[in-house]
């Protein structure tokens, strides 16, 4: 049904909010379309934004209109239907006579989804098109809704970060700071485009043609953050503390311009090549991170850059800041996080492919969630003193239709940047109560195995997690003794006192709570004594030199030292060799977990398992492992 006129204003009302109509192209919706395009196989593909007289188009691929009247378009049919509209062949339908895309584009194929929010409010669509009529799968039209739900999240992000920079860019109106030669966007994109139109033109050994250099997109990390929680004038603070800071290193001619969002251009004409661009995105960024003082406080800032090295190639400012974005987010859950504050991501032409191919991914993840594609593989815990199976260890595995199993490393990170890593959780967690549930029932017998479940960043201190565990556990007839919640150091850190009260609560059922991945760089005797906790699990990393390694092996002993004077149960991860383990057991470590023992396996050989373990030999003529 379409929308009604109360709708109607309040749609039109959040658009006004979004202020996008117009707006400059944007890298993140450009990708979408351009995936659309190329798995659905098609000529064009569009994400479009309808207000009350016009459809415009946000991003498209293959489309060459901007904007198309409202009545003349697509619009009206596809939100006057639920799900994904297909019209096969539009010349041959009268209601498309008059429809502008077809008579100026040449439009016969159309399959468009509405970008909806909530239930109700529908503020554009994302389609694919065609010039020659054909067929759409339904497994095409879920995943096009998958897409478009991916499109309308980006869309809705967009109104709480068009807030932030709308007042501040009204605080600075009233308290304008001093900028030196901070440009604006439009200026820096004159200058910049005027030397790539002339070197566009063939003659770039001519001496008199402008070097184009490099282009750097500095992005303030806490920006939005700082903004929200401590208003806009702390976020006009920081900002003020960038301006001042970031044209220290500068050469004659580089130029800087400041954009929305706490985001910075630097174009560096004066950078021959990728070593001394790097060198000089180095310069910037230890000039601009640092103790800021912020209202009463002071906080750190601290910035990710995109490094285009080389603007040869390059058309527009858009062209490159494309490019750089997408060197930022290709690296912002890998590289960068591993290089800490050297936070520098240097573009490589297969990033714009690997961030196709991340849309796509998401798409489909969401699609497996749709479906409960997720299962449980169990990795067993066992007691080190007498090899006793003690439990297992719940980990995710994502098997598509055609029964292959997608690697963990491949959909984790994507899960836990989209929030579905709550969902995904709870659906593997849920058919393992179910299983157990099951062989307890089955075997009329006790059946004493513990579990333990990972629980993310996104959910481990609400409210709604705590009521979560209590149904699951009542439901299954679960004891919470038997339930254990893991979650990794990082999760604790930099929390608040009503976050350690939810840990009381939670510890208060009686489940068990560990700190997972102990010992890898963010562990510290501090959060073992600020959170209740029952134990914590040892990184295998810190096993990998034992017990060759006298520094590894004293390194376990303190860990292991540790946890017994702290009345906290360890488990050691990785366990790989008999050597391993019968140095493990010297020092009193009490569980273990590991390859030795057992791979994760799957429901069907739970049952096996648990009858009979293929480790128990270990125990019984000198430490001889099982066959792998």
Request: aromatic share 6%.
């Amino acid at each position: 049904m379409a929308n009604s006129s109360e709708n109607e204003s309040a749609r039109l009302e959040f658009l006004r909010q979004l202020d996008i109509f117009n707006a400059e192209p944007e890298v993140a919706f450009n990708r979408i379309t351009e995936v659309a395009r190329r798995i659905f196989d098609a000529e064009g593909s569009a994400i479009s934004l309808v207000d009350d007289k016009r459809q415009w188009f946000k991003a498209t691929c293959g489309i060459s209109l901007g904007e198309v009247p409202r009545d003349r378009s697509f619009w009206p049919h596809v939100i006057g239907e639920n799900g994904v509209v297909v019209v096969e062949d539009a010349s041959q339908d009268p209601r498309f006579q008059q429809n502008t895309l077809v008579k100026k584009e040449g439009i016969r194929f159309y399959a468009g989804v509405p970008l909806t929010i909530g239930d109700q409010l529908h503020l554009g669509t994302l389609c694919v098109t065609d010039s020659a009529p054909r067929s759409f799968a339904e497994e095409d039209r879920v995943l096009l809704a998958e897409l478009a739900e991916v499109a309308t999240d980006l869309v809705e992000s967009r109104r709480g970060s068009h807030q932030t920079w709308h007042e501040d860019m009204t605080w600075r109106e009233n308290d304008t700071p001093s900028t030196g030669m901070v440009l604006s966007r439009p200026a820096l994109k004159r200058q910049l485009q005027t030397v790539l139109n002339d070197r566009s033109g063939g003659e770039e050994s001519d001496e008199n043609t402008s070097p184009a250099g490099a282009l750097l997109l500095l992005d303030i990390d806490q920006f939005r953050q700082v903004s929200s929680s401590l208003g806009r004038r702390a976020g006009n603070q920081l900002l003020t503390h960038v301006r001042s800071q970031i044209q220290g290193p500068l050469r004659a001619g580089d130029k800087v311009a400041e954009t929305t969002g706490g985001r910075f251009i630097v174009w560096l004409p004066s950078a021959e090549g990728e070593e001394s661009a790097v060198g000089m995105a180095h310069q910037i960024l230890d000039q601009v991170q640092g103790l800021v003082e912020v209202g009463d406080r002071k906080i750190y800032a601290e910035a990710s850059m995109g490094l285009v090295p080389d603007l040869t190639g390059h058309t527009s400012l858009e062209d490159a800041i494309e490019n750089a974005e997408v060197s930022i987010h290709q690296s912002s859950t890998s590289r960068l996080e591993r290089l800490g504050t050297n936070k520098i991501a240097v573009y490589q032409p297969e990033m714009k492919k690997a961030a196709q191919d991340r849309i796509l991914l998401e798409a489909t993840l969401r699609q497996a969630v749709d479906r409960e594609e997720f299962e449980p593989f169990y990795l067993p815990t066992v007691r080190l003193d007498t090899g006793k199976l003690i439990g297992f260890e719940l980990l995710a595995r994502w098997r598509q239709q055609d029964g292959s199993i997608v690697s963990p490393d491949r959909f984790l990170p994507v899960a836990e940047e989209t929030g579905l890593i709550v969902t995904i959780g709870h659906q593997v967690i849920e058919k393992a109560c179910e299983t157990i549930a099951h062989l307890r029932e089955s075997r009329n017998r006790p059946l004493e195995v513990r579990l333990s479940g990972n629980f993310s960043r996104q959910e481990f201190f609400k409210e709604e997690t705590r009521t979560y565990v209590i149904d699951l556990l009542n439901r299954h007839d679960i004891s919470p003794s038997t339930f254990t919640m893991e979650v990794t150091e990082r999760v604790l850190g930099n929390r608040e006192e009503a976050d350690l009260a939810g840990m009381h609560r939670l510890r208060d059922l009686g489940v068990q709570i560990e700190i997972d991945d102990f010992g890898t760089g963010y562990s510290s005797l501090q959060t073992l004594l600020d959170f209740p906790v029952d134990g914590f699990k040892v990184d295998r990393g810190l096993l990998s030199g034992v017990p060759d390694d006298e520094s590894a092996l004293s390194v376990m002993k303190s860990a292991l030292e540790m946890g017994e004077r702290l009345g906290l149960t360890v488990t050691t991860e990785g366990i790989e060799t008999p050597a391993q383990l019968k140095s493990l057991r010297e020092l009193g470590c009490q569980l273990g977990q590991g390859f030795l023992f057992s791979r994760p396996v799957t429901t069907a050989k739970l049952g096996s398992l648990i009858d009979s373990a293929p480790w128990e030999d270990l125990w019984q003529d000198g430490l001889r492992g099982p066959e792998q």
